[in-house]
């Protein structure tokens, strides 16, 4: 195995690693925030307990996603020195601003985890999850930033093999930024729904406290219902992407959709078997006309093909697989959860409710494959930049270390990321297996709820 290879797989089993807790760190506050805002517009303690419970779960999370995402920084100057000889310079400013947007949100979240009850007024409590959304989403944005950067550079200009006259601001807001920002936020607020759900409808199927029965039914509420808007703005954000990915990275698109030759009416290929000496795909869904509708808004689009894409700067064609995943379980989660409403909708004359075992099984899988579909678009959005580190500037095969050792590091990376991972898991499961939510609720806001003698709500501290 070469050096590139093993720098490749080893920054790719970082980041499939990170994207999980980066995508909870993201998607989480916003959770949390929605719940708290109706436990106390309605006065329910259900969900103050339910944004309790999450909140207290979410440091556990964020804890591991500090050490990984240090890990990627620390990876970057090691494994890939001639990247950051020539880029470390433009994108120092987003690493610098999502560590201070991280510092921002634990700031606040501290203050958050540790006000409960503090108030008078709960809103004002509500009020701290302000900042811990913007901190958690603008880091999102910060480091999106860098990975736009990689894929579409701006802001200077190419001298002798040096980046000169940089503007930082430009480099960050190059064109593909909005649209990647786009995707990456609204699909962290998908699958965390998604999971939050997936919690829910599991605890249903497996009872073990029957007190806590009407809790998840209403989390199941609340997330199907965000899970539902997320989803479709999903969607959007694929639009926008496809229409991006046809202006300024034709040969990516063209990869995803196995779009050998360049013409207009071009079909959507989903799914297949590719025999790349002969160029045919079989066993394939083809969708006539959909990818220049997609491209741009007209069957008439004209949508480039490989065959006009230099060899050597084409991307690897096994993308069109992630591709597949990502859309096929996209489509599962949104599905779903329209079939909840439908089944809530239709309860009075079916014999199904949206709680219905079967459709709780159903539910459980959202989770699960909305976080495949996260770790598919990433590995599609990677791979469809090779052979290139920065597009059209800098290939992967330059930039990585010299030095030898990579492939014990590759080893060792992998076992901590398991020890990681499952210390994660065990822990979490601890935090809440053994506890009723029932139970927290009334130890938090009593047996008669959440309103306390003096009408401010929620027990009030001596």
């Known amino acids: ?136 989403t603008l880091s999102a944005v910060f480091i999106t930033t860098v990975n736009s950067f990689m894929n579409t550079p701006a802001g200077f200009d190419f001298v002798d093999g040096e980046f000169l006259n940089i503007d930082p601001v430009a480099a960050m807001l190059n064109p593909s930024t909005w649209v990647r920002v786009f995707h990456v936020v609204v699909t962290a607020y998908m699958t965390i729904a998604f999971l939050m759900a997936t919690i829910s409808a599991v605890k249903l199927l497996r009872v073990k406290f029957v007190e806590d029965k009407e809790y998840h039914k209403k989390g199941l509420k609340v997330m199907m219902s965000i899970g539902v808007i997320t989803a479709l703005l999903t969607l959007l954000a694929g639009d926008f992407s496809a229409k991006f990915l046809h202006e300024e990275q034709p040969e990516k698109l063209a990869a995803f959709e196995w779009h050998f030759e360049t013409e207009d009416r071009a079909d959507l290929v989903l799914f297949g078997i590719l025999d790349e000496e002969t160029q045919e795909v079989k066993y394939e869904l083809r969708i006539p006309w959909v990818l220049s509708i997609l491209a741009g808004n007209s069957v008439d689009t004209e949508v480039t093909g490989l065959n006009d894409i230099p060899e050597d700067e084409r991307p690897p064609l096994i993308i069109h697989y992630f591709f597949d995943l990502m859309v096929f379980f996209g489509t599962y989660a949104l599905g779903v959860s329209i079939v909840y409403f439908l089944a809530k909708l239709t309860k009075k004359w079916t014999k199904i409710n949206e709680h219905h075992p079967i459709l709780l099984y159903l539910y459980a899988l959202t989770g699960p494959l909305s976080f495949l579909a996260i770790e598919a678009g990433w590995f599609l959005a990677e791979m469809g930049r090779q052979p290139w580190i920065v597009r059209g500037y800098m290939r992967v095969s330059d930039a990585v270390t010299q030095a030898d050792g990579l492939g014990i590091t590759l080893i060792l990376f992998a076992i901590l990321y398991a020890v990681l991972g499952v210390t994660c898991i065990y822990v979490l499961v601890k935090m809440f297996k053994d506890k009723s939510a029932e139970e927290e609720k009334i130890s938090w806001y009593g047996e008669s709820g959440i309103k306390a003698e003096d009408g401010s709500g929620g027990r009030l501290l001596p």
């Open 1 to 136: 195995m070469d050096e590139a290879l093993i720098g490749r797989t080893l920054t790719g089993l970082t980041l499939s690693f990170h994207i999980i807790f980066a995508t909870i760190g993201v998607g989480v506050p916003i959770i949390f925030m929605v719940l708290e805002f109706l436990g106390i517009k309605k006065q329910d303690a259900h969900y103050l307990t339910m944004a309790r419970r999450i909140a207290k779960g979410y440091t556990v999370t964020v804890a591991v996603g500090v050490v990984t995402g240090t890990i990627i920084g620390l990876q970057l100057s090691l494994i890939w020195p001639d990247f950051m000889r020539l880029g470390g310079q433009i994108i120092a400013l987003p690493l610098f601003m999502e560590t201070f947007a991280f510092f921002f949100e634990a700031i606040f979240l501290g203050i958050y985890l540790y006000t409960w009850d503090r108030f008078k007024n709960q809103f004002n409590h509500w009020l701290l999850t302000i900042p811990i959304v913007i901190g958690s």
